[in-house]
């Protein structure tokens, strides 16, 4: 049956890193990604202008690399799928206009998705069909949202999202605080494992009583970053040494505190038994073991793609298209735009 599906390539030039992705149906061939996460070090956060150029650089030669470790001819592909939003406007742009070009040069429909949608559908690669109902919770540097998906191809309902900063951003902002280096997600996971999480009992942004009737869903982290730079300023004013673990610790400790129990509120109030996390915050190791735990005990599924899959890559997009034919979905419209704030309700465009 596999074999029989029709072979998509899936674009994704949202962020920094370059993804071109081969799949069939539920099946993974190859999943290049060229990142320029390296370049934008030295600013401490993803810089928009050098993310574009570096698509630009990187697209033809990750499509081909994509298409020799799959063993496979640009000319076998079916389908285009590519990332029209959300996501930043000009790096956007070179992954639309790369996905049409080949779409009208191979002769193929091609699929404009979205990008959170893709961060959902891929983890049908490494675990089978998605249960539907599922709530997803997806995060990144660049987007933290609660989703409860009834149909991965049409029907994506955003619960709650992020008021100010995304997860990920806010552990490379404390990374930062305690000078570590960018991005600063696995530096802070890698301090924290020695680290006590009870040391500093820092904030749980958007948790009190009045903020779960307002909020419920939502969630804050800017409150949280604030409370770890004045924790570690006092301890510098007062010339005493910052414990870099513990601080990192308490700071997971409060991120993972927050997401998991919103994530499985949200599957209980829905009554929906299947919980999914994505996106390269889904890499941290306390956030996976809390909410394994907290699912445990509150009878729901956990799917997690392994961290390869979590953060951008184009086998996410891929994915989606796979199943955007699979449901017999049409195609976009080859004048599709990029959409630099394309809603998450946006599942494909043109539909
Ligand atoms: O999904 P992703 O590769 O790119 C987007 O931002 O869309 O996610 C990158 C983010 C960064 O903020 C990085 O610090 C964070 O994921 N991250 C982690 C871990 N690994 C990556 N955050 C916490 N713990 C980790 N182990
Ligand atoms: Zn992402």
């Excluded at 929906?272 to 996106?279: A, K, N, Q, R």
């Amino acid at each position: 049956m596999a074999a029989a599906a029709p072979l998509v390539l899936g674009v994704e030039t949202s962020c920094d890193e370059t993804g071109v992705g081969l799949v069939r149906g539920h099946h993974l061939l190859v999943d290049a990604v060229a990142s320029s996460v390296d370049e934008h070090a030295r600013f401490g956060g993803v810089v928009p202008e050098v993310a574009s150029r570096a698509h630009l650089d990187a697209i033809e030669p990750t499509v081909e690399r994509a298409c020799r470790e799959a063993g496979v001819r640009l000319s076998d592909v079916d389908a285009v799928a590519v990332t029209c939003g959300p996501g930043l406007a000009g790096a956007l742009m070179v992954g639309v206009s790369a996905a049409k070009a080949l779409a009208v040069g191979l002769g193929t429909p091609l699929y404009g998705v979205n990008h959170l949608a893709a961060h959902v559908a891929v983890d049908q690669l490494e675990h089978g069909p998605l249960p539907e109902p599922t709530i997803a919770l997806l995060v990144s540097g660049g987007h933290s949202s609660l989703l409860r998906v009834d149909d991965l191809t049409k029907s994506v309902t955003p619960l709650g999202a992020t008021l100010d900063d995304a997860a990920g951003e806010a552990f490379d902002k404390v990374a930062r605080l305690l000078g570590l280096p960018f991005p600063g997600g696995p530096y802070v996971d890698r301090e924290a494992g020695s680290g006590n999480p009870a040391f500093v009992d820092f904030p749980r942004g958007l948790t009190g009583s009045g903020d779960m009737n307002r909020h419920r869903f939502d969630f804050s982290f800017s409150g949280l970053k604030t409370a770890v730079a004045r924790w570690v300023e006092s301890r510098e004013q007062a010339g005493e040494p910052v414990p870099v673990a513990d601080v990192a610790a308490s700071f997971q400790e409060a991120v993972a505190d927050v997401l998991t129990r919103k994530a499985v509120l949200a599957c209980r109030e829905h009554g929906v038994d299947t919980l999914l996390i994505g996106g390269g915050v889904a890499a941290n190791s306390r956030l996976r073991a809390l909410a394994a735990e907290r699912c445990s005990s509150a009878r729901v599924a956990l799917r997690v793609p392994r961290p390869g899959l979590c953060t951008d890559n184009g086998a996410m997009v891929a994915a989606l298209g796979a199943e955007l034919i699979a449901r017999d979905r049409q195609p976009s419209p080859l004048d599709l735009p990029a959409d630099s704030s394309m809603p998450v309700t946006e599942v494909l465009v043109g539909s």
